[in-house]
């Protein structure tokens, strides 16, 4: 809106103050050091934990599973919404409220992760239809104001899922590969993203923004089966499911 009304070099610059606020508070952050008194390990048996915890058989793996492809779906809504807006004509001053409503789900996405329960699969099930009504709208509707709703949905969706099974993650491995573990979804979805984007981009580019949605439909669907398979896996049955850590990775 402020390019439209003033210019886009103005919206540009108007970055600059938030972006100073940013690093004021990254300088004021005090890094704790209480991981300093664990005793030092090589980089190669740091990384085989980690890689021994990610694609451990059960539970954490159905964990991981479940948060790369929902990072997937994120990556893509976040990237590459404003496509539909450009295949639809949106106009311009439509793409700041479309950027900010989609980023916006997040907040949406965390309330959603409080009300959020694996013992509630009647839950889980309607949350993963919403999410593939969703994105089947990618590629049927095509009103602006409809798909970015659609994408907001999406979003919110997968932040709340995403912070629910971050959670769980964090609560199955041991703490002293913890933040390793994550890292290391977080690599593997990175990858994913670079790949499915080349894709992505190829067949947007020869067939357009709307037969390439299906794409998103079948990411969606991924997610949305998984997840209803883990909220009816037996590894995440009763109350302790969630809350007891496991033993791997640990010395």
């Known amino acids: 809106m402020v390019a439209t009304l003033l210019s886009p ?9 938030l972006v100073a606020i940013s690093l004021g508070a990254l300088l004021t952050f005090k890094e704790p050091h209480l991981h300093h ?23 954490t793996l159905h964990i991981v599973t479940v948060l790369l492809a929902t990072s997937l779906l994120l990556s893509v809504i976040f990237e590459f919404g404003p496509l539909w807006q450009l ?8 793409y700041g409220l479309a950027n900010a409503a ?5 907040g949406i996405g965390s309330l959603l992760a409080a009300r959020l ?12 239809g919403l999410l593939v009504a969703s994105s089947l709208t990618l590629v049927v509707v095509k009103n602006a104001v409809v798909v970015i709703l659609a994408q907001v949905v999406l979003a919110a969706g997968g932040v709340g899922i995403s912070m ?18 994550a890292s290391g979804v977080g690599a593997l979805s990175s990858i994913a993203f670079v790949l499915f984007a080349l894709i992505f981009g190829a067949v947007s580019q020869h067939v357009g923004i709307f ?10 669907l991924l997610a949305s089966v998984l997840l209803v398979k883990v909220a009816f896996g037996k590894d995440f049955k009763g109350p302790a499911a969630a809350d007891e850590p496991s033993s791997s990775g640990a010395a």
């Open 9 to 17: 070099r103005l919206a540009y610059f108007a970055t600059i103050p």
């Open 37 to 59: 008194s664990e005793g030092r390990t090589s980089l190669k048996s740091h990384l085989l934990a980690i890689s021994q915890t990610i694609f451990q058989p059960g539970k």
């Open 87 to 94: 295949a639809l004509a949106a106009p311009v001053a439509l």
């Open 102 to 106: 989609v980023l916006s789900a997040g």
């Open 117 to 128: 329960t694996l013992s509630k699969p009647a839950t889980i099930v309607g949350v993963a």
């Open 164 to 181: 629910v099974f971050t959670r769980l993650l964090h609560d199955s491995i041991s703490s002293r590969v913890r933040a390793g573990a």
């Open 211 to 220: 037969h390439a949605g299906w794409m998103v439909v079948g990411v969606t």
